[in-house]
Antibody, heavy 116, light 110 residues
Framework: EVQLVESGGGLIQPGGSLRLSCAAS????????MSWVRQAPGKGLEWVSV???????YYADSVKGRFTISRDNSKNTLYLQMNSLRAEDTAVYYC??????????WGQGTLVTVSS | QSALTQPASVSGSPGQSITISCTGT?????????VSWYQQHPGKAPKLMIY???KRPSGVSNRFSGSKSGNTASLTISGLQAEDEADYYC??????????FGGGTKLTVL
């Protein structure tokens, strides 16, 4: 059974940094396209970043230069390093696997709150 | 990349059919047959309902169907049931800025 479990969210001051983790089971992270999608409170879904199986990475304009997606193949875990955090980054962050260019499996999400 | 355009809300009675539209551009919906649809109940993670415009993942009811014409994709739910009440999001692959979501549609089952 495929399972994705996010962790690392919390309350952080503006300008701070946070690293989110997404531990996968039931499939191999490095063999799949993996993504982060976020949802601000009461708002819609926003695609954040993707890492392809070959290692290429892409980012939404709203986070480019501040966020970095990566993976640890030995731990079968996906990461999102978030720097220079802003209030508008406050959201539930979901990791998701991608198949057929659709987000097929999702984690339960982890809440990031950026506030002083 | 601008968000895809969905109606904010739709409603229908049990047993009826409803359709949710999703309008993009020639750079996303119009260029790729890679539109997907997600159902999200309050406090839950989204669930994939349709991929590649009209394909259903295993386990998704055949009451859900998808289509596309030009820059607009559509999700149709037939035989509405109470449990279909949720938020629905469309998403399209867009090449250079890979994915873009719609703003979401709240479905109310009357």
């Amino acid at each position: 059974e495929v399972q994705l479990v996010e962790s690392g969210g919390g309350l952080i001051q503006p300008g701070g940094s946070l690293r989110l983790s997404c531990a996968a089971s039931g499939f191999t992270v490095s063999s799949n396209y993996m993504s982060w999608v976020r949802q601000a409170p009461g708002k819609g879904l926003e695609w954040v970043s993707v890492i392809y199986s070959g290692g290429s990475t892409y980012y939404a304009d709203s986070v480019k230069g501040r966020f970095t997606i990566s993976r640890d193949n030995s731990k079968n875990t996906l990461y999102l390093q978030m720097n220079s955090l802003r209030a508008e980054d406050t959201a539930v962050y979901y990791c998701a696997s991608i198949r057929n260019y659709a987000f097929d499996y999702w984690g339960q999400g982890t809440l990031v709150t950026v506030s002083s | 990349q601008s968000a895809l355009t969905q109606p904010a809300s739709v409603s229908g009675s049990p047993g009826q059919s409803i359709t949710i539209s999703c309008t993009g551009t020639s750079s996303d919906v119009g260029s790729y047959n890679l539109v997907s649809w997600y159902q999200q109940h309050p406090g839950k993670a989204p669930k994939l309902m349709i991929y590649e415009v009209s394909k259903r993942p295993s386990g998704v009811s055949n009451r859900f169907s998808g289509s596309k014409s030009g820059n607009t994709a559509s999700l149709t739910i037939s035989g509405l049931q109470a449990e279909d009440e949720a938020d629905y999001y469309c998403c399209s692959y867009a090449g250079s800025s890979p994915w873009v979501f719609g703003g979401g549609t709240k479905l109310t089952v009357l």
